[in-house]
């Protein structure tokens, strides 16, 4: 069974398979043309760079298409453009509907991926090891 057969609708509905199969589509598309900001964070945290921790990209959680996730701590990391200044209200929305799935979420804006990667690293490094002994497995 693949694990896309299992995710449902934020009302709890199962989704359709041609929801299912547009979102495996664009996934796939999105890895295959990142943005340089989600290029660049990707290259230090791809096969276990980031002490040793997991990580996905462009990853189908229920109906959503995230940047980064970290199955071993439920780890959600979001890299913003400039479009999202203006879907601030859907990303609050579609973060708060992941931390009831008990997922954690961080954002960081493609100039804090250019300018300050150490301090973006670290706090992934740190969020993630935390999640991982809370059990948010």
């Not at 069974?1 to 199969?21: C, N, P, W, Y």
């Not at 495996?24 to 760079?49: C, D, F, N, S, Y």
């Not at 200044?85 to 973060?95: I, L, N």
Request: charged letters at 35%; hydrophobic letters at 40%.
């Amino acid at each position: 069974m693949l694990l896309f057969d299992k995710i449902v609708s934020m009302t709890g509905a199962e989704i359709s398979r041609e929801l299912k199969d547009q979102l495996i589509t664009v996934a796939r598309q999105m890895r295959a043309e990142p943005t340089l900001a989600e290029r660049k964070l990707w290259k230090h945290i791809r096969g276990l760079k980031l002490n040793g921790i997991k990580f996905r990209r462009q990853h189908i959680i229920n109906r959503f298409i995230v940047d980064f996730y970290c199955p071993d701590a439920k780890l959600v990391v979001e890299v913003d453009g400039e479009i999202h200044k203006k879907q601030k209200s859907s990303d609050r929305e579609r973060d708060a509907f992941l931390q009831e799935l008990g997922y954690r979420v961080l954002r960081f804006t493609n100039q804090e991926v250019f300018m300050q990667l150490p301090e973006v690293l670290d706090r992934i490094q740190t969020t993630s090891l935390e999640s991982s002994k809370k059990g948010h497995k």
